[in-house]
């Protein structure tokens, strides 16, 4: 009987594990969120490895180490007016001990320079690393979806 609640316990693990790390990166996600929304670009970049790597959305908008991160997420989390950001989904995916990759999925909202408020959906593909006890963004890559195209002219039309 000890036996097999030792091989209960023993095969419970992995599960156990997984849950944490779900919770874990569901998590540094959301403090990514707060603290972009409020505009604390200090928080923000302690969210990231010394080395990392950020490609968003839009010309430009790379860059690799602590001062490029902080260039970004300056002018993303601090000037965007009413900046609104919803994590709708995040998967993880171990890699390793030290290691996780990510895909998420956010919602994102903000006033653009002409006043009007504007939405998009945003995916994010993350590599995470866990150092020092704490989970790090490693590499953090965001885009934003298209909108589908178009039916040709000719297809859009009512038949008479």
């Not at 693990?13 to 874990?24: N, T």
């Not at 670009?41 to 908008?61: I, K, N, Q, T």
């Not at 995470?128 to 002219?153: E, M, N, T």
Request: glycine residues 6%.
């Amino acid at each position: 009987m000890t036996k097999q609640i030792l091989f209960a316990l023993v095969c419970s693990l992995p599960a156990v594990a997984q849950a944490d790390l779900a919770a874990d990166v569901k998590a540094h996600e959301e403090a990514f969120a707060r603290a972009c929304v409020a505009g604390d670009v200090a928080a923000v970049v302690a969210l990231y490895a010394d080395d990392a790597r950020l490609v968003w959305p839009g010309a430009g908008e790379e860059g690799r180490g602590k001062a490029d991160i902080e260039r970004l997420v300056t002018n993303f989390c601090k000037h965007t007016k009413n900046l609104k950001l919803t994590l709708t989904s995040v998967d993880a995916v171990p890699l390793d001990d030290a290691h996780v990759g990510t895909v998420a999925h956010w919602e994102s909202s903000a006033t653009g320079p002409d006043g009007k408020s504007a939405s998009v959906k945003v995916r994010s593909t993350e590599v995470l690393v866990k150092s020092g006890g704490a989970w790090r963004y490693l590499v953090d890559h965001a885009s934003v979806g298209q909108p589908a195209p178009h039916a040709p002219h000719a297809a859009r039309r009512k038949p008479a």
